[in-house]
């Protein structure tokens, strides 16, 4: 019988980062990125966080040294294998790990001071019921910060976007839009008091690929994908081929802080 729930695409996200759990380790790090995400939080040195989706934990030992203690979350036991490593790095002792379904947090409701995702929303199955859940185990008054690639508003461009990804990164879900993330912060009963969209040509399409281990096949799918994306689709998403002849394409980011009302 075909399984027809999100179960498949979780797994395949557990595979997908399993196997790439130490080269991401290494990949991730860029201190400057996370500490932007820092001093958003503003924390003041007393606070209970929590990082979902947190990998080899970059964020939650990049939060450490300014908070009072960092629990940090991933579905994929491999990743949490590797922050003893960044600990150490970092020289940080104040985290804790947890394996945890961003869906289903094992937490009790108004735990945490502050709930912090980076780049990992994207491959929740369900992103509502993620926000949901952050937001359920966030303090009243507390915050939750999310960063992570962003989608287009229009369905269509956005499904060309996500099919674009998926060929590159078997683990994608989807890229949520501006308007998808202000929905699911209010629907959470949270209140968006900032939000920062950055958006850049990727200075390399080989490199982008290269990072992902993607297949010479699916390279080949993508190159054809934006040499032949409708002329329609470019007015919502930034692709084509340049003056030097090298196809291009543009990915955006969102950072989103809400304050649980
Ligand atoms: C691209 S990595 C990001 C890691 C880290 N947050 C960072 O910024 O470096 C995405 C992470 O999301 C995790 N993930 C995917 N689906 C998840 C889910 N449903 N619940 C919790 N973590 C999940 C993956 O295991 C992976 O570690």
Request: proline share 5%; net charge negative; with cysteine.
């Amino acid at each position: 019988m075909e399984d027809t729930s999100a179960a498949p695409r979780q797994l395949a996200s557990i595979d997908y980062f399993g196997k790439r759990a130490g080269r991401y380790r290494e990949s991730h790090g860029n201190l400057e990125a996370l500490e932007q995400l820092v001093r958003m939080a503003a924390p003041r040195g007393d606070e209970v966080v929590l990082d979902v989706g947190t990998g080899p934990g970059h964020l939650a030992c990049a939060f450490a040294p300014h908070v009072g203690r960092v629990v940090a979350s991933d579905v994929t036991m491999l990743m949490l294998r590797e922050i003893p490593v960044v600990m150490r790095d970092r020289d940080v002792a104040n985290v804790w790990r947890v394996a945890a379904d961003a869906q289903a947090l094992p937490f009790v409701d108004e735990q945490f001071d502050i709930v912090t995702s980076r780049l990992a929303a994207a491959h929740f199955p369900d992103h509502p019921g993620a926000v949901r859940e952050m937001a359920r185990v966030c303090r009243t008054g507390g915050i939750v910060l999310v960063a992570d690639s962003m989608g287009p508003e229009d369905p269509e461009a956005r499904a060309y976007v996500d099919d674009l990804e998926w060929l590159r990164d078997s683990s994608h879900g989807s890229n949520h839009s501006f308007n998808e993330w202000n929905d699911a912060y209010r629907a959470a009963g949270l209140e968006v008091s900032e939000v920062y969209v950055t958006s850049g040509r990727l200075s390399s399409m080989e490199n982008w690929m290269d990072r992902a281990d993607t297949p010479p096949e699916n390279r080949e799918r993508i190159y054809d994908l934006i040499e032949n994306a409708p002329e329609t689709l470019k007015r919502h998403v930034d692709i084509g081929r340049d003056g030097d002849g090298r196809l291009f394409f543009t990915t955006s980011q969102i950072r989103i802080l809400g304050r649980k009302r």
